[in-house]
């Protein structure tokens, strides 16, 4: 009898090992993932400025942008970088500034993304391959939680029952669209009176390998010409998994 005890704690024993060593990967058994981190310190952004007009490339991803200048401004969407803090200037000459104290995780520099109604601002991976993004972090820019905050020319003052969001879509490497994922930078919904003001980590694993990522923008303000929101977010350290070690 305790011999057969015994045969049963050895088989316990083997099964909890067997199924640990299976859990020890996520990766369906193919190893360790490695993960890339794009913080964007390594941009050439002044300590107290910005760096717009450029297409910028960060470990295999290519960050979007058009910038041009005629005689009735400026005008660009897509991507820029900036070290800007100003918490209190309204309006569209605070437009690269982020609604906190610097980047996220104490670092200094971050990107400012804009959407305009001709093409969506987007990264890309710049090898014709998928890669599973992880997280990003997000916060508002300072230009789109005052707007909120107080109303502006162009946009309300939001009050009970509104809201602002981002989206983040996945494309494949034929160009098709897949999945998204939302986050509201506001919300007066249900009672609440949301404007996101700290660095928040939004997870993107459910997009799965993707090429391309599009960041749009959605809001209840909401005009003849599309949203009324200045569609601002500051992004920082976008992570995804560049290699799986064997």
């Excluded at 045969?7 to 996520?26: K, M, N, Q, V, W």
């Excluded at 979007?64 to 200048?69: G, H, P």
Aim: hydrophobic share 35%.
């Amino acid at each position: 009898m305790k011999k057969i005890k015994f045969l049963y704690f050895l088989l316990a024993i083997g099964t909890i090992l067997s199924f640990a060593s299976c859990s020890d990967d996520d990766n369906n058994g193919d190893g360790r993932e490695i993960l890339s981190v794009i913080d964007f310190e390594s941009v050439p952004v002044p300590d107290t400025g910005f760096v717009n007009n450029l297409e910028y490339q960060e470990k295999g991803i290519r960050f979007s942008n058009n910038y041009s200048v005629s005689s009735y401004g400026e005008y660009w969407e897509g991507f820029s970088y900036s070290r800007l803090t100003d918490r209190t200037t309204p309006g569209l000459i605070n437009q690269y500034s982020v609604f906190a104290s610097g980047g996220a995780n104490q670092s200094k520099t971050f990107a400012v993304v804009y959407d305009t109604y001709d093409s969506p601002t987007h990264f890309q991976f710049i090898s014709d391959q998928s890669y599973p993004v992880k997280n990003v972090m997000v916060n508002n820019s300072t230009y789109a939680a005052l707007s909120m905050k107080e109303g502006d020319s162009n946009a309300k003052q939001f009050e009970s029952g509104d809201w602002f969001k981002v989206i983040f879509t996945g494309y494949n490497v034929a160009g098709e669209a897949g999945k998204t994922v939302e986050f509201y930078l506001a919300d007066f919904r249900d009672g609440k009176t949301f404007i996101c003001n700290t660095w928040t980590k939004v997870d993107l694993q459910s997009l799965g390998s993707v090429n391309k990522v599009t960041v749009t923008f959605d809001s209840s303000d909401k005009g003849e010409y599309g949203v009324n929101t200045p569609k601002y977010v500051c992004i920082d350290d976008l992570t995804y998994v560049s290699d799986i070690e064997k």
